[in-house]
């Protein structure tokens, strides 16, 4: 019982925004054998001290541990009092009355929730995902706003994890690895090694909200959103036929009050498109701060520009020999058969590292190959 309401709390937690993976509810589990779940208190902190992967969490944890249990008898593991506990013990299989919850099924459906299958049936799921997001009824938008954020979430703080720590090399680092071995009564269970640490990534970001980007614009906010979130060094701008940085804006601890925020923003929603003037504003104005070898440097745009295509190659050239990778997201890469002919992609395309798509919420979630550490060095031209 007392397993079962650990992983109902998770799922209450992420359905809150804090997403603790499957080894986080597993050591909740070892954590609430090492405590007294009879003492409040006690579990809380515990609980805090897994579940937590961040500040924002770390504030917003107690006023959700309150939430969860007020309608829920305490110490876990008693009757439930309300008539949802009591409907749920009526709907028990005599199996389960019988003996305790099947710990592998309740890993698998902590697991299932991990990969975003609470918020609706695995194929609404699918369809969301794959949807273009220009395509995507009223009725799914509200639906497609939770998932998208969640799994965004998932794969942001999936690579943000990849860059702390050490990383292992075959040297042994022996006056760690005696540090660590003095709480195990001096026994060397756990060996240490010395590494490089790696430096973090530095994110800039530059959104196209131009006319012809009106469909996907406030999806790809959500998108830099969820970055912004899990990187400390993100540096987000839109752009159109001007720039304007809205760093601060998405810094919010809700999304909603972030595109509050952006919609009372002067920023050419809407309008043209002058992308290699904007390059030239933004090198001039944050190139000095923000253009450096761990810089990925990230454009989303559908490459419809009225300005020189020229300019906006020169532009490009001189960010990527500065930046360690240049990224460039193109909705209509989503579309079959489609070829980026216009005279602004060509002129750009010898100095994009990577060009991919960004029409849906699968093509989003395929570029977290492009930030893991093995995958930023530089390609060979």
């Known amino acids: 019982m007392l397993s079962e309401t650990l992983v109902s709390f998770c799922q209450f937690l992420r359905a809150k925004g804090v997403t603790p993976g499957l080894q986080q509810t597993i050591d909740s589990f070892e954590a609430a054998k090492v405590v007294n779940p009879a003492d409040r208190a006690a579990l809380k902190s515990a609980l805090k001290a897994i579940l937590c992967s961040s500040k924002e969490e770390w504030d917003l944890f107690d006023g959700f541990f309150e939430e969860f249990w007020t309608a829920r008898s305490y110490p876990p593991g008693e009757p439930q009092s309300d008539e949802r506990g009591r409907r749920r013990r009526e709907s028990k299989t005599s199996?389960?009355?019988?003996?305790?919850?099947?710990?592998?099924?309740?890993?698998?459906?902590?697991?299932?929730?991990?990969?975003?299958?609470?918020?609706?049936?695995?194929?609404?799921?699918?369809?969301?995902?794959?949807?273009?997001?220009?395509?995507?009824?009223?009725?799914?938008?509200?639906?497609?706003?939770?998932?998208?954020?969640?799994?965004?979430?998932?794969?942001?703080?999936?690579v943000s994890r990849s860059f702390r720590g050490t990383k292992a090399s075959a040297r042994l680092d022996l006056r760690g690895t005696i540090r660590c071995s003095v709480p195990l009564g001096g026994t060397p269970l756990r060996?240490?090694?010395?590494?490089?640490?790696?430096?973090?990534?530095k994110l800039t970001i530059l959104l196209d909200v131009s006319g012809s980007m009106n469909p996907y614009s406030l999806f790809l906010v959500r998108f830099a959103y969820a970055l912004q979130k899990h990187f400390k060094r993100v540096s987000t701008f839109l752009f159109s036929t001007q720039i304007k940085?809205?760093?601060?804006?998405?810094?919010?601890?809700?999304?909603?009050?972030?595109?509050?925020?952006?919609?009372?923003?002067?920023?050419?929603?809407?309008?043209?498109?002058?992308?290699?003037?904007?390059?030239?504003?933004?090198?001039?104005?944050?190139?000095?701060?923000?253009?450096?070898?761990?810089?990925?440097?990230?454009?989303?745009?559908?490459?419809?520009?009225?300005?020189?295509?020229?300019?906006?190659?020169?532009?490009?050239?001189?960010?990527?020999?500065?930046?360690?990778?240049?990224?460039?997201?193109?909705?209509?890469?989503?579309?079959?058969?489609?070829?980026?002919?216009?005279?602004?992609?060509?002129?750009?395309?010898?100095?994009?590292?990577?060009?991919?798509?960004?029409?849906?919420?699968?093509?989003?979630?395929?570029?977290?190959?492009?930030?893991?550490?093995?995958?930023?060095?530089?390609?060979?031209?």
Request: glycine share 6%.
């Open 245 to 381: 940085e809205i760093t601060a804006a998405l810094k919010t601890r809700q999304l909603r009050d972030a595109l509050d925020q952006l919609s009372r923003e002067e920023a050419g929603w809407a309008g043209g498109t002058r992308i290699g003037e904007s390059l030239r504003v933004f090198r001039n104005t944050h190139g000095r701060r923000l253009l450096t070898r761990r810089t990925v440097f990230i454009v989303l745009s559908d490459g419809w520009d009225t300005g020189e295509p020229e300019l906006l190659a020169s532009q490009l050239a001189a960010i990527q020999r500065r930046t360690q990778k240049l990224i460039w997201l193109n909705p209509l890469l989503g579309m079959e058969d489609y070829q980026p002919i216009t005279r602004a992609l060509n002129a750009a395309l010898p100095f994009i590292d990577v060009f991919a798509p960004a029409h849906n919420l699968e093509s989003l979630l395929q570029l977290e190959k492009h930030f893991h550490v093995r995958s930023i060095s530089k390609q060979s031209r």
């Open 95 to 158: 199996k389960e009355a019988n003996g305790p919850a099947d710990f592998s099924q309740l890993l698998e459906r902590s697991n299932a929730d991990e990969s975003g299958q609470l918020v609706a049936g695995a194929s609404s799921q699918d369809r969301l995902k794959k949807a273009d997001f220009s395509t995507v009824p009223a009725s799914d938008m509200a639906e497609l706003d939770r998932f998208s954020l969640r799994l965004l979430n998932l794969m942001c703080r999936r």
């Open 191 to 201: 060996l240490r090694f010395k590494g490089i640490k790696p430096r973090p990534l």
